[in-house]
């Protein structure tokens, strides 16, 4: 029995979701020692989102010849912009731990990082629901990434009160607080993903 062929969207939509997912474990799972680290922390998260500029081209690019689409235009547009922006956000902050010299990740970015980690996976997960049509099943990742998105609302909170009552230096204060917002923006933009989600689900379930 012949299997039914991929459509290309969905497969470029796939390989943007993986680019993601790979860029946020890598991410949380490199060990900062020494200043020199962060030069090939910062350089291999620019790799990350230079392969996810390539991808976004590829999708612009095929809506710009596609005579029908799987979804609405607008749908893939809003997704491929949407990943990207979580790209765009990891690469900044790595960007940030660089130039400020932040070798030392403290608790709260820690749980950052492992929050937006776990949103990437979901991502990877409901991306992989779309192309293969389980669209209702795709609510499911939706709703935990908003869970994990409100989890760091309430990191950012605690993080920045911890930083005030107790890093005495203010230049620290403002290169650690300015890290956190980073990271949080993250974990928006990974629920602007979600909401992108469950709008697809609406419009095509």
């Known amino acids: 029995m012949a299997t039914r062929k991929k459509d290309k969207f969905s497969i470029l939509l796939s390989n943007i979701a993986l680019n ?8 949380a799972d490199y ?3 020494n200043v020199s680290d962060l030069k090939i922390f910062s ?8 392969k996810g500029d390539t991808l976004v081209h590829d999708v612009t690019k095929e809506l710009h010849n596609a005579f029908i689409t799987f979804i609405e235009r607008e ?3 809003t997704l491929t912009m949407g990943m990207d922006d979580v790209l765009d956000g990891l690469e900044h902050t790595a960007a940030l731990f660089e130039m400020y010299s932040v070798v ?5 970015m820690l749980k950052f990082v492992d929050a937006i980690r776990s949103c ?6 409901a991306v992989d629901m779309l192309a293969t049509k389980k669209l209702l099943k795709m609510r499911e990742p939706a709703i935990r990434i908003k869970d994990l998105e409100s989890k760091c609302d309430g990191i950012l909170r605690e993080s920045i009160k911890h930083l005030f009552a107790n890093e005495k230096d203010p230049i620290r204060i403002i290169q650690y607080k300015e890290i956190y ?3 949080e923006n993250v974990a928006d933009y990974c629920q602007a993903v979600a909401n992108t989600l469950e709008s697809i689900i609406m419009k095509n379930a």
Request: glycine content about 0%; overall charge negative; aromatic content about 12%.
């Open 20 to 27: 993601v997912k790979e860029s946020a474990n890598y991410f």
């Open 31 to 33: 060990k900062l020692n």
């Open 43 to 50: 350089e291999q998260m620019k790799e990350y989102e230079t």
């Open 75 to 77: 749908d893939i547009l």
């Open 104 to 108: 030392n990740a403290d608790q709260y």
């Open 120 to 125: 990437a996976a979901e991502i990877e997960v």
């Open 181 to 183: 917002e980073e990271l």
